[in-house]
Nanobody, 121 residues
Framework: VQLVESGGGSVQAGGSLRLSCAAS?????MGWFRQAPGKEREGVAR????????DYAASVKGRFTFSRDAAKNTVYLQMNSLRPEDTAMYYC??????????????????WGQGTQVTVSS
C-alpha cells in the first residue's frame, strides 16, 4: 500500500489545517500519527474505513476530526483550534490483514512520507 499525504503547512495558534492521505488501495484501518523533534511518534487518531468509526488521542479529541472518502481510498484529518504543541511531522499509516485497529505505531505496516505542521503562538 502506498500512501501520499498532503495539506501540511504553517498556521497561527487557533487556526485550522486539513491533511489528506490517498492510499493506493483499500485498507480497513488507517491512522494519523505525529512526531515532534526529540519525541517518539504518537498516535493521533485512527479510523475503520468501512464503518467510519474513529478514535482519538485525548490531546486532540474535540479539535481534530478524522474522516474518509471510501470511493477515493482517501482519508482526511481536519485540525481545528491548533496549538503550538501540535507542531510535528504528521504521518498517515495503514494496516491490513485484520486485527484491532488501534493507535499503536507497531500495529501499522504502511507509512506515508509525512507532512509538516507548524503552529506558531
Amino acid at each position: 500500500v502506498q500512501l501520499v499525504e498532503s495539506g501540511g503547512g504553517s498556521v497561527q495558534a487557533g487556526g485550522s489545517l486539513r491533511l489528506s492521505c490517498a492510499a493506493s488501495r483499500y485498507t480497513y484501518c488507517m491512522g494519523w500519527f505525529r512526531q515532534a523533534p526529540g519525541k517518539e511518534r504518537e498516535g493521533v487518531a485512527r479510523i475503520y474505513t468501512g464503518s467510519g468509526s474513529t478514535d482519538y488521542a485525548a490531546s486532540v479529541k474535540g479539535r481534530f476530526t478524522f474522516s474518509r472518502d471510501a470511493a477515493k481510498n482517501t482519508v482526511y484529518l481536519q485540525m481545528n483550534s491548533l496549538r503550538p504543541e501540535d507542531t510535528a511531522m504528521y504521518y498517515c499509516a495503514a494496516r491490513s490483514g485484520g486485527g484491532v485497529c488501534g493507535k499503536n505505531v507497531a500495529d501499522f505496516s504502511y507509512w506515508g512520507q509525512g507532512t509538516q505542521v507548524t503552529v506558531s503562538s
